[in-house]
């Protein structure tokens, strides 16, 4: 049964969040090494960066896969099987003999590191309830938020001084080290009785999921957020570029918003304990559209430096900080019967977004104006679509005679749900 305050064990602590930075941090770690990479498989840069592509198709597929076939069979021996998958496939990255077989190494890669995104999720759901959760994932998130900046950092090192074949023995080990302490140390997350009786049944939870409005309001959040964040480490460089700012200073323009989205999960952390989800997700949204609406006035006046764009989407990823780990804890507590198949339709929910997000940026003019409205657009979407599914939410709970669902609140902070 899930509990609303419990104590998190420092070592699954450090499990969950290296099952959820792993897909991430190897999507990117290798960037540094691209020339290095072509040249030691003899090929085109071209062709190492189309690797991408199978790599972001099998994070997504991964977690449509994982999700629902966790709620029948448990969490623990899908996360030892997809993270021993995972140290695989990084080692036949690093061996690789050739771009064909590198680029099947990276959708294994994938295949295995996307076991780690849902089913992280998917345990929390499993142990605690909204407060506690929602502290577990303010502390995992600023770490998967540090991953962008981190990684080809970390990357850059590793090819410079070694070779580029170690950013890979690197992933290997990492994932290595997290399938033993699962195998030593981290019990089952979720009971036999919990369990569904049937993978059908499992599968068949997307169509329930799908229908409801009270799952879309958070949803959504994921996909806005997440495409306005690719958006812009699409954008960006081809921007910043245009308006004079070098490749070294673009670089460390990363790290700045990798804290804005670390301090926004560190006040939602703070705060979660006195206010509900749904409120933290309404000022989450108010940060991030007055961010939008304020880069909007701006680019519309077409600068000509690189700074409003910058400082605007500190201003709008700081609202992302609360969106992104609020919504993930409210769309897998609030279906603890189905927290893997929830688990796993909003991570591909998120990964959509993205992709028609670098979609939409790859067809506009690479200035800052075309930018603006187009944040400005997902903000609006976002903002509206979250307080009219609510609504919806609500009224269906109402008219079939279920109370409104409340968050857990710390004691002596105020009991009222869905706050404004």
Sequence with gaps: MQTTEAKVP????????SLSVGGLMSSD?????????????????SSVQ???????????????????????????RLVIGG??????ASLACALSPNIAVFAAARLLQALGAGAGLVLARAIVGDLYGQQTAARVFTTIMPVVGASPAVSPLMGGYLTTYLSWRAPFFLTAAIALVTVLAVVLKVPESL??????????????????LLLSPKFWGYGLNLGVGYAVYTGYLVASPVIFQRLGMSTEVNGYCYISIAAAYISGNLISRRLVTRHSIDRLLARGHLIFSSGALLLLAVGLTGPHTPWPLLILMTVVTIGNGFLFPMSVTGGVTSFPTMAGAASGLLGAVQMAGGSLSSLLVSRIPSDTRSFAILVAVFALIGITAFHSLRAVANRSATASGVPRA??????????TPNEE
């Design 10 to 17: 420092p070592l699954l602590l450090a499990v969950l969040i």
């Design 29 to 45: 770690i290798n960037l540094p090494g691209l020339h290095q990479t072509a040249h030691a498989l003899g090929s085109s840069v």
């Design 50 to 76: 189309a690797t991408f592509s199978p790599y972001l198709v099998g994070l997504l597929v991964a977690q449509l896969l994982y999700g629902p076939w966790s709620d029948a069979v448990g969490r623990r």
């Design 83 to 88: 993270f021993s998958l995972y140290a695989a």
């Design 191 to 208: 009971p036999r009785q919990r369990r569904a009786p049937r993978l059908r049944t499992t599968v068949g939870n997307y169509r329930k």
């Design 406 to 415: 409340t968050t857990p609140v710390a004691p002596g902070a105020s009991a």
